[in-house]
């Protein structure tokens, strides 16, 4: 673009799950490429930059909740977010949604009214996540619902942001790929660089993560003996520490 462009940021709106890296992603990478940043969020994000306005919503999301309930407390946090990119409407041309806020169909169709260019930003893929949770009975209509969201926000994005080429074929995203880029910058630096080959390094299998149900995380766990009864030269590491399931975890 010929100029910086004036720019909002749409982030997950309850204050648990901040993802590790967004703070220095904002402050570092985004904010220098932006005129004026709006920051819409609900996580206690320290950002730094002079162009940075920070609109806070506090909504509170624990696991064990009820089916129901989740449902209400993805819906609810809409209208706050849609409230504010029509307050703020002045303020930015192009909105970026970052980590799941695909979801936020009522905010992403009144930007598209607004004419406002829409890029997403993937991070995860919450209906795959709740097909482990929810897949059988009419439960499992939550995330066939999930995954109707994502496929139309996809449809209303100028630009879509994933990792890897990988996630094209997982998400059936094939008929999007002229407006696909591939970036993971902002989660991995370049100062990790491999230091030994990958023939001379040990047999480590690793998870690094949320110690969540939908994770997978006690099956990891109690596949290591299992794999240990017949493999004596593997090595696990589970690195995490929060997560519903970190008791039951560790007792595996």
Same mark, same amino acid.
């Given at each position: 673009m010929a100029k910086k462009p004036n720019v909002a940021l749409v982030t997950f709106p309850y204050s648990y799950a901040v993802p590790t890296g967004l703070a220095d992603f904002i402050s570092s990478i985004l904010a220098p490429l932006c005129h004026k940043l709006v920051l819409i969020t609900g996580q206690p994000l320290k950002v730094k930059g002079k162009n940075i306005q920070v609109t806070r919503m506090p909504c509170q999301f624990r696991e064990g909740e009820s089916l129901l309930l989740r449902i209400s407390k993805v819906i609810i946090p809409q209208f706050s977010?849609?409230?504010?990119?029509?307050?703020? $409407? %002045?303020?930015?041309? !192009?909105?970026i949604f970052f980590c799941t806020a695909e979801l936020f169909l009522l905010p992403m169709l009144i930007s598209r009214l607004m004419r406002k260019r829409i890029i997403i930003i993937h991070t995860g893929t919450l209906s795959m996540s709740y097909r482990q949770l929810y897949h059988r009975g009419i439960k499992q209509l939550a995330p066939m619902g999930l995954r109707l969201i994502e496929k139309i926000a996809f449809s209303l994005a100028n630009k879509i942001c994933l990792e890897s080429g990988g996630i094209i074929k997982l998400l059936n995203l094939q008929n999007h790929r002229r407006k696909i880029s591939l970036a993971h910058h902002y989660f991995v630096s370049e100062q990790f660089?491999?230091?030994?080959?990958?023939? $001379? %390094?040990?047999?480590? !299998?690793?998870?690094?993560?949320?110690?969540?149900?939908?994770?997978?995380?006690?099956?990891?766990?109690?596949?290591?003996?299992?794999?240990?009864?017949?493999?004596?030269?593997?090595?696990?590491?589970?690195?995490?520490?929060?997560?519903?399931?970190?008791?039951?975890?560790?007792?595996?």
């Open positions: 977010i849609t409230v504010n990119l029509l307050r703020l $409407r %002045r303020k930015y041309e !192009v909105i660089k491999p230091e030994k080959d990958l023939a $001379r %390094r040990a047999n480590l !299998v690793g998870y690094i993560g949320k110690f969540a149900f939908f994770k997978g995380t006690v099956n990891f766990a109690q596949a290591i003996p299992l794999v240990s009864a017949r493999r004596r030269d593997v090595r696990f590491l589970m690195a995490g520490g929060s997560g519903s399931h970190y008791q039951r975890v560790e007792a595996e």
